[in-house]
C-alpha cells in the first residue's frame, strides 16, 4: 500500500511557475514509477509526466514537454513537478500516481496508486 499526498497548488498568473510535490508513504518508493496527471473542469483525466523507478527516464504530454519537468528523490520518497510559462490551459486538479506495472506510462492502466490532488489555478 501507497499513500501519496500533493501540496504545492495554488493560484498563478500566466507565465508564472509552480512546483508541485507528491510525498509517498512506506518503505516501496523507489519499486514504483511515478506519474502526474490532471483534470480540467468538465474533461477527462489526461497525463502529463511520468518517471521511471530509478529516475533515468521521463516521459511528458506534447501540451507541456519543454515547460514541465518532473524529477524523484528516492531517498526522500518525493516526486516533484517543476511548472514554467503556465497558461491558463493548464489549470485542472493535478494528481500524482503510483505505477507498480512497466510501460503505458501515458494512460491510467499501470497506475495503482493515487493522491488526492492538488488545485492549479492559471489566471490570465
Known amino acids: 500500500q501507497v499513500q501519496l499526498v500533493e501540496s504545492g497548488g495554488g493560484l498563478v498568473a500566466a507565465g508564472g511557475s509552480l512546483r508541485l510535490s507528491c510525498a509517498a508513504s512506506?518503505?516501496?518508493?523507489?519499486?514504483?514509477?511515478m506519474g502526474w496527471f490532471r483534470q480540467a473542469p468538465g474533461k477527462e483525466r489526461e497525463f502529463v509526466a511520468a518517471i521511471t523507478r530509478s529516475g533515468g527516464s521521463t516521459y511528458y504530454a506534447d501540451s507541456v514537454k519543454g515547460r514541465f519537468t518532473i524529477s524523484r528523490d528516492n531517498a526522500k520518497d518525493t516526486v516533484d513537478l517543476r511548472m514554467i510559462s503556465l497558461k491558463p490551459e493548464d489549470t485542472a486538479v493535478y494528481y500524482c500516481?503510483?505505477?507498480?506495472?512497466?510501460?503505458?506510462?501515458?494512460?491510467?492502466?499501470?497506475?495503482?496508486?493515487w493522491g488526492q490532488g492538488t488545485q492549479v489555478t492559471v489566471s490570465s
Open positions: 500516481a503510483a505505477a507498480g506495472r512497466i510501460g503505458g506510462w501515458g494512460t491510467e492502466a499501470p497506475y495503482d496508486y
Open positions: 512506506g518503505h516501496t518508493f523507489k519499486t514504483y514509477a
